[in-house]
């Protein structure tokens, strides 16, 4: 997951430079923005997907815990 993280990073890095340089030669530097856009988007999906084993039962859990507290005040 580290590893991941760190080509995202790299990934970012890289696009955020040829953005620079895409200003510099007055190149439509938007693709590029788009693209970091995109880029973070995917990651953070993918991280979620990934760690879903462990963030849905945690979420599913505190549901469970918190329904009757939950019930109990809409019956009151």
Known sequence: MVRFLFLIVIIIAILFILNHRSKKTNYNSNLYKRLIFITVILGIIFLL?????????????????????LTKFIGI
């Open 49 to 69: 997907a990934t760690s879903g084993r462990f963030i849905l039962p945690q979420i599913l859990q505190v549901l469970k815990i918190g329904l009757p507290f």
